[in-house]
């Protein structure tokens, strides 16, 4: 079946330092591609998506390319803060036709001052 | 507007009870979702609902599981003779009919002793 595999293990940066988040997918057909963040204390939230292959989603300063050829989605930022801190869920929608969502184990992200 | 939400955000059971969580997805979202998050993973999918009708409940992880939505919005995940294993946070999410971005709530907390 569909499944989305990140890397492995926390991400501990500094402030101002770049991010790169890791996301690589198994898929029948084309599906659309998501970034889902958890900030501490919170629900999830849809960070960005993109729906066909090199379309580029972007939100809050981060950006993922849709990599139909290397089958990937890695996020990244240019410069992070400490409010980036959360945990970030790399997630694809079923193309069968209800857009059941398959995730990702998640990366948690903290950022030191 | 508000957003989905899950009640109660806490459950304490023993083991063998039953168990039941609410859900309130935005109004005017035809399409609902559970999922279930064990610590450390991402959610994982358990049922889909296309107003009252259970489109695809391929998730559920066995006959203990049950879920309706009989008026096509509050939705009911049921879980008879709870298991220690059933621990996990449970998630419901919903969106806009043939939309795919899914607006999760704050989940509920349940906790097998």
């Known amino acids: 079946g569909d499944s989305v595999t990140q890397m492995e293990g926390p991400v501990t940066l500094s402030e101002e330092a770049f991010l790169t988040i890791n996301c690589t997918y198994t898929?029948?057909?084309?599906?659309?591609l998501f970034w889902y963040v958890q900030y501490p204390g919170e629900g999830l939230q849809l960070l960005l998506k993109?729906?066909?292959?090199?379309d580029k989603g972007s939100n809050k300063g981060f950006e993922a390319t849709y990599r139909k050829e290397t089958t990937s989605f890695h996020l990244e930022k240019g410069s992070v803060q400490v409010s980036d801190s959360a945990v970030y869920f790399c997630?694809?929608?079923?193309?069968?036709?209800?857009?059941?969502?398959?995730f990702g184990k998640g990366n948690q992200v903290v950022v030191i001052p | 507007g508000a957003g989905v939400s899950q009640t109660p955000s806490n459950k304490v059971t023993e083991k063998g009870k039953y168990v039941e969580l609410r859900c309130d997805p935005i109004?005017?979202?035809?399409?609902l979702y559970w999922y279930r998050q064990s610590l450390g993973q991402g959610p994982e999918f358990l049922i889909y609902?296309?107003?009252?009708?259970?489109?695809?409940d391929s998730g559920l992880p066995n006959d203990r599981f049950f879920a309706v939505r009989p008026e096509g919005s509050v939705s009911t995940l049921k879980i008879q003779r709870t298991e220690r294993g059933d621990s996990a946070v449970y998630l419901c999410?919903?969106?806009?009919?043939?939309?795919?971005?899914?607006?999760f709530g704050p989940g509920t907390r349940l906790l097998v002793l």
């Open positions: 999410a919903s969106s806009s009919n043939g939309q795919e971005t899914q607006y």
């Open positions: 109004s005017g979202h035809t399409a």
């Open positions: 993109a729906t066909k292959a090199d």
């Open positions: 898929a029948t057909g084309y599906p659309s």
């Open positions: 997630a694809l929608s079923d193309y069968y036709g209800n857009n059941r969502l398959a």
């Open positions: 609902f296309q107003g009252t009708g259970a489109a695809d």
